[in-house]
């Protein structure tokens, strides 16, 4: 497997020099100074690879390409949002980046409510707390229907939670739902948030799941003539929020999307930590079941909590998920295609805060020890595997 | 196994709040304060046991109770510090510190002649370079009979070495061999090392043998009563150096060992970084034929170099040394002794100086980031490997 690190860019606190000691040999990294859905030139493209390669690495994944939100809501406008789409794709083929990871979660990316959440050894871990955001959707955001969409014992245990929260506490919380996190492209005030959801109105699971395909049909015709792979990334958390169907959530989602447009450039970034949030992933599974279509896969762990929709992000190799189990399956594939088959990439993901990152400037989820800790596991983990697959751990 | 720690105390730049977060539970220490061959009193011991726990870890592990330069030597003084070595001994059971990691390197402890080699992706290594230690042996110390004990190709290789070195370089050599690495007792000045070397004369690999299981008959006896396991740690590096016969450094030595004195409190650590620096020493066979008397091991790799004397510090899975066998051959052997066994406590090793490392006052071979990298790999290695066992890695 490949080991790489995602790297926001010139501006990010870790520097490329410090990725060179994670032993992480592939750069992760996007455009991000791009405006969502505008072509990346080949020029713009080849400066950040020329500064990949000065430190000695390469860009091996763009993560990601963001698709604009005309294509999820399948507005008529749409087509030209994808066609840009594409001349990116080509134009990342044209420099040699062959890997696009991408996602479809409407209105806002990736989601949690602490940012810092203080372990019991002094470090600091994400999570993600399901009274909060149920608090925050139904007495702050105020979202119309909102507690229609929750259990009555969701709409309780969340008014236990707000009634029992500071002020202070109640902000952080919404600042950090609503200024996105890392790599997502959007950030809101609480109007426009709600806009931005109100947009979705009377989208169903069934209508997103058709502007999907409306979008891969385009895409993956493009990227298979120029020999892109595209790998979609799950929704983290994997379930609706705030009233907005979510479509790449389960094993179910993803035979769909594969099913949908059946070529090899359409795959998946297997994110276990995402998948695996929903104990009816079983994740080992689907990287077995998925296996041929699988490019990227990011490796960490989530533990559920008492409250089984709440999870905060786990030791890399100690949290609800099977990572030998998943590392098993992705290095037995990566036998089957032999050195003349794509690669198969992989990534740690939301580390701790650890030691020195927690008294430097930390991008949540990407802290710099954290996350080489989480990577020295799962290679410990890779080495060991390669010997079982071999015979020789018996 | 125990995922141990080792820790210089109070004074070390690493604090126990740091260990907390590397995820090893015990701590590795010693009261390097008292001076050589002196009684460690119950009120020392139970201080630095009360610092280990109030910081939520607990001492696991004594290294090193030094050996007093007497015994090495065989002197008719021993006695006396043997009586005392046991009463150290008795103090630590009382206290409950159960295992002890002890050395017989006669006057030199652990050598290395770089302590910062710059690595390709920008940290830093130790490394014993061979060429610098004859030619320090012949040319500085000026050693009597030193080029005898040298091979022609080695004084030939030594010499070119010597004349190519700026003063900077040999007086860099020099100290960084007389000074003494953390854990060794001793430092010396060139004539007092010149001393301390004399004081070996005459001794013969046979003699020094005949020390040791003086030594080791008076020690086990008592370590069986009060239920302390014994636990020698090999020659680093294993071959004889200025001329002085180390008698812990092969396969052939450690079972001679165990065979002098067979009973369970004589026991070895498993340091397979020394033992490993030696091709003919096949480090796995080793964990697979003294599995029931190893109670402690340090994980790390070395790497021989061109020169196959010289070797520098690896990546601790990506060394010379086979890491996933031997962690077999311990998870193996912790699985045969079941609860009621003694545990097998491992620890890394001589991490690479890496990110924050780097800027900060750093224990030559102690750093915080790159020991905690060490210890996450073997961590992994360990999960996949106990999942092998189970017949789940086919």
Redesign the interface.
């Known amino acids: 497997m490949e080991k790489t690190w995602r790297w926001y860019g010139p501006k990010d606190a870790v520097t490329l ?2 990725v ?2 994670t ?1 992480a040999t592939g750069v992760v990294t996007a455009l991000h100074h791009i405006p969502n859905g505008e072509v990346w030139s080949v020029e713009e493209i080849s400066k950040r690879q020329a500064e990949c390669e000065s430190a000695g690495l390469y860009w091996s994944i763009v993560e990601s390409v963001p698709v604009h939100e005309d294509i999820r809501r399948g507005l008529d406008t749409r087509d030209g949002w994808i066609d840009k789409y594409c001349e990116t794709i080509r134009n990342l083929a044209e420099c040699g980046v062959d890997m696009i990871c991408y996602n479809f979660m409407p209105a806002l990316d990736w989601t949690r409510t602490d940012l810092d959440w203080p372990l019991p ?3 600091t871990a994400l999570r993600y707390d399901a009274d909060a955001v149920a608090a925050f959707d139904m007495w702050v955001l105020e979202r119309p229907g909102a507690e229609a969409d929750h259990t009555p014992e969701r709409v309780a245990s969340a008014r236990t939670w707000f009634d029992g929260a500071t002020a202070d506490e109640i902000d952080r919380v919404t600042r950090t739902l609503l200024a996105g996190l890392p790599g997502s492209e959007e950030s809101y005030t609480v109007e426009e948030f709600r806009e931005a959801l109100a947009a979705y109105d009377g989208q169903t699971h069934e209508s997103m799941r058709g502007n999907l395909k409306y979008f891969l049909e385009r895409i993956i015709l493009v990227a298979e003539e120029v020999g892109v792979r595209m790998a979609i990334h799950p929704d983290d958390p994997p379930f609706d929020l705030f009233g907005i169907p979510r479509v790449v959530s389960t094993m179910a989602d993803a035979q769909w999307l594969l099913d949908a447009v059946p070529s090899p450039a359409n795959g998946l970034t297997l994110c276990v930590g995402s998948y695996g949030v929903r104990a009816d992933n079983d994740v080992v599974e689907m990287a077995r079941r998925f296996a041929d279509r699988i490019y990227f896969s990011h490796l960490r762990s989530t533990r559920r909590e008492e409250d089984p929709e709440s999870f905060h992000e786990a ?1 890399h ?1 100690d949290g609800d998920i099977d ?3 998943v ?2 399956e992705l290095v037995k594939e990566e036998r089957r295609r032999g050195d003349e088959g794509p690669r198969i990439s992989v990534r740690s993901d939301h580390g701790h805060r ?3 990152d927690l008294t430097r400037d930390s991008t949540p989820g990407y802290p ?2 954290g996350r ?3 990577l ?10 390669n ?3 071999d ?4």
């Open positions: 020099s410090d060179r000691q032993d050894n002094g470090g030791v190799i990572i030998v189990g590392v098993r650890l030691l020195d710099l020890i080489m800790k989480g020295a596991e799962v290679r410990g983990v890779e080495l060991a595997v010997r079982g697959l015979g020789d751990l018996a």
